[in-house]
């Protein structure tokens, strides 16, 4: 059995397997990562960090990349999609 983690994306409870990406969290909350200036709806793309398309505020600090960080116990994750 693996070990998990649990995080709050838009204040949603979500747990994930430890080793996953903010992204991963996002994705299974439901949530997207962002709106573009359009108010559409923006998530991972390159899984990469290239694209910038998956970004989020990570425990209050904006713009974080979500495919480029791990998952840690008690993050809160605001995706603004």
């Known amino acids: 059995m ?3 983690v649990s995080v709050c994306v838009n204040g949603k409870p979500v747990t994930v397997r430890a080793g996953s990406t903010v992204a991963v969290a996002v994705l299974a909350s439901g949530a997207t990562c962002r709106a573009s200036v359009t108010g559409q709806p923006r998530s991972p793309l390159c899984g990469m960090g290239t694209c910038f398309e998956c970004r989020v505020t990570i425990n209050g600090e904006p713009q974080r990349r979500s495919c480029q960080v791990l998952c ?7 995706a603004n999609g």
């Open 2 to 4: 693996s070990e998990s």
């Open 72 to 78: 840690q116990a008690n993050m809160e994750i605001e």
